[in-house]
């Protein structure tokens, strides 16, 4: 099984300074563990929202460039042309706090990369209806 998966984390959130919803102690040393994938989920709904309003990182080109760095040793721009093939929506499109919709796609294509296989969509919907921050 996927690290992410199995840390409920399916973007693999890294440790940090926030502490989420859903989030309990696990072992994982360098990611972040939920207590069910739904939560992992909606941390990354609240990451990315905090990605478009305090960093205005409002594309699928600005936010993979700091999701996944190629100083961290990531082929970024592969991961780019995988989010936008998978999502269906262009690399620079302009996302907004209310383009919800966009996001599950994204998000999806996003736990599609970081775990190798097709996110389940259900868990998606509920991780985004778990949060308040980005509306449909």
């Not at 990315?48 to 961290?72: C, F, G, M, S, V």
């Amino acid at each position: 099984m996927a690290r992410g998966l199995k840390n409920n984390n399916p973007l693999n959130i890294r440790h940090n300074g926030d502490t989420f919803v859903g989030e309990i102690p696990g072992s994982d040393k360098a990611f972040k563990t939920f207590s069910g994938v739904a939560y992992g989920y909606r941390a990354a709904f609240v990451t990315l929202h905090t990605y478009l309003t305090k960093y205005r990182r409002n594309t699928i080109e600005t936010i993979l460039a700091a999701w996944a760095p190629p100083e961290d040793s990531n082929d970024t721009e592969a991961y780019i042309t995988a989010v936008e093939k998978e999502s269906g929506i262009a690399r620079d499109k302009m996302l907004t706090a209310t383009g919800g919709e966009d996001y599950i796609r994204i998000v999806a294509a996003m736990s599609r990369v970081e775990n190798g296989v097709k996110a389940k969509m259900p868990e998606v919907e509920a991780g985004f209806n778990l949060q308040w921050k980005i509306k449909k």
